[in-house]
């Protein structure tokens, strides 16, 4: 029985591996994905795909963004000799934040009522984790 080479096997080892890349946010994902499977990489991916356009569909912002080379895209890539590289791009786009509230307090209203316009927004703002402004008019 002959025996393979090992740098044929280092090769084929490493040629079997995925590469995967993932930027997170911090803000909340939703279910709203973006695909783009084979986003076209040039020179070794030095020249990178087109940026994509997400605002429209996130209107909220992007909560992450994951790009990987498969097993194909890297084939694809040692076939060409580096010249494209493909890549799949899937972008997760974050959660709506909640609506934003307010109430008004005439500048002549007693102390009183001022706290319990206090006490209201701080039940406002626990239930719904948004903010709530306490305005006056003048």
Known sequence: MRRLPVGLLVTASLLAGCYHATIETGATPS???IEKPWASGWVFGLVPPKTMETAAK???GVAKVETQLSFVNQLVSFLTIGIYT???ILVTCAEAA???????VPA????EVWHTALAEAATM???THAL?????TR
């Open 31 to 33: 279910t709203t994905l």
């Open 58 to 60: 996130c209107p909220s």
């Open 86 to 88: 493909p890549m799949n």
């Open 98 to 104: 909640p609506a934003q509230s307010s109430l008004t």
């Open 108 to 111: 002549s209203a007693s102390l």
């Open 125 to 127: 703002a626990s239930a």
């Open 132 to 136: 709530v402004y306490v305005t006056t």
